[in-house]
């Protein structure tokens, strides 16, 4: 993981929104559910739009006051559970930023704390039956337990 690699989220499977500073981001293709608040949904609104590690660890340091070396760790560890869980992927080499982080998607000032993806695994098999983003292309289903 490098300072310049860039961050895609796979929108064909992924639903995210961030709102207030909290992203709920959706699995369609095994129902899991996620959460990052404070930190966090600052963080995965940066790499979510493609900016790199660097730009993400840069927007956390200035909104929080944290030191760089601090939040490079922390958004780092993120973007490495983001990978495992499917959420984000490694953007092709070359593929430019799509924006920077919109105002409406800053979390709130406040104390910071180190970003933590929160995973939720209970309700897979009834998002399946019942996706909650119609006209989304087909997904192929994954049981959560693989």
């Known amino acids: 993981m490098t300072d310049t690699q860039r961050y895609r989220v ?3 499977e992924i639903a995210a929104e961030v ?20 930190a966090g ?7 979510a739009r493609g900016n790199t590690l660097a730009e993400a660890t840069a927007a956390v340091a200035g909104h929080y006051g944290v030191d760089e070396a601090t939040a490079r760790e922390d958004v780092a560890r ?8 499917g959420l984000l992927s ?13 105002d409406d998607e800053m979390p709130p000032a406040g104390e ?11 309700m897979g098999d009834l998002l399946a039956l ?10 192929p289903w994954q049981s959560p337990q693989e």
Not at 22 to 36: D, F, K, M, T, W
Not at 78 to 85: F, G, K, P, S, T
Not at 130 to 139: A, I, N, Q, R
């Open 112 to 122: 910071y704390r180190a970003p933590e993806l929160k995973s939720f695994r209970d």
């Open 78 to 85: 993120l973007v490495a559970a983001l990978i495992a869980d």
């Open 41 to 47: 949904g600052l963080a995965w609104a940066s790499l």
């Open 10 to 12: 796979d929108t064909d």
């Open 130 to 139: 019942d996706p909650p983003m119609p006209g989304l292309k087909e997904v």
């Open 90 to 102: 490694e953007a092709p080499d070359g593929e430019a930023a799509v924006s920077a982080v919109a």
């Open 19 to 38: 709102v207030g500073g909290e992203a709920v981001i959706l699995n369609l293709s095994n129902g899991e559910y996620h959460s990052l608040d404070g």
